[in-house]
């Protein structure tokens, strides 16, 4: 078990710039989710999969916002013409297929849009 | 609307002061409270889930209850390095989609 990894750790962009993250969430694991979260808050939460399928979008996930997990596999997370509100740690987690299990995060990608 | 709501917002102790930190919550068909523990700069990490009110689970220092509109997580004896932010999340469906409070921060001082 390695754990769920994301990269990049940190990321710097410029308001209008695309950006993209990339999940690999624990191997065995085929339910991966994407939440967001702001300083002082907790994580909220934005979509879900069960493996290639993307089961549920938050209605925070605006039409910038387009998740993928090709595969089942990995996931990513792109934000295209980033604004200054989208600056948060986005977080990544993956859980197995069995009832009521934890959800195990990634350390996130924290955004900060300039 | 689901709610979760924790206090206290911040929480500063003394090394062996023991505390309580409260998770209260409306969700209609609660299927499980979860507590986690998260680190400056790291994402959460999964510490209990409690699915029934009168369930208690313990490891190490920390100690987590439930009743049927909240949920307590009791610090015994702190040390410096449960010095962390302590989150609590419902879920209501079987697969997933936790729904978290905005957690308690706390600083335990030798």
């Known amino acids: 078990d390695t754990g769920v990894s994301q990269n990049p750790r940190h990321k710097i962009t410029k308001r209008g710039q695309n950006v993209t993250f990339r999940c690999d969430p624990i191997?065995?694991?085929?339910?991966l989710y994407w939440y967001r979260q702001t300083l002082g808050q907790g994580p909220e939460f934005l979509t879900y999969?069960?493996?290639?399928?993307?089961?549920?979008k938050s209605r925070l996930l605006s039409d910038r916002f387009s998740a993928e997990r090709p595969k089942g596999s990995f996931s990513t997370l792109e934000i295209q013409r980033t604004e200054q509100g989208d600056s948060a740690m986005y977080l990544c987690?993956?859980?197995?297929?069995?009832?009521?299990?934890?959800?195990?995060f990634g350390n996130g990608t924290r955004l900060t849009v300039t | 609307e689901d709610q979760v709501t924790q206090s206290p917002e911040a929480l500063r102790l003394q090394e062996g002061e023991s505390s309580s930190l409260n998770c209260s919550y409306t969700?209609?068909?609660?299927?499980?409270l979860f507590w986690y523990r998260q680190d400056p700069g790291k994402g959460p990490e999964f510490l209990f889930t409690?699915?029934?009110a009168g369930e208690e689970k313990e490891k190490e220092r920390l100690k987590a209850t439930l009743t049927k509109k909240e949920s307590f997580l009791h610090i015994t004896a702190p040390k410096p390095e449960d010095s962390a932010t302590y989150l609590c999340?419902?879920?209501?469906?079987?697969?997933?989609?936790?729904?978290f409070g905005a957690g308690t921060q706390v600083v335990v001082t030798p």
């Open positions: 987690a993956s859980s197995p297929d069995t009832y009521n299990s934890p959800l195990h």
């Open positions: 409690l699915y029934s």
């Open positions: 999340a419902v879920r209501r469906g079987s697969w997933g989609k936790l729904q």
């Open positions: 191997s065995e694991h085929n339910r």
């Open positions: 969700v209609s068909g609660l299927r499980g």
């Open positions: 999969f069960q493996n290639e399928a993307q089961l549920e």
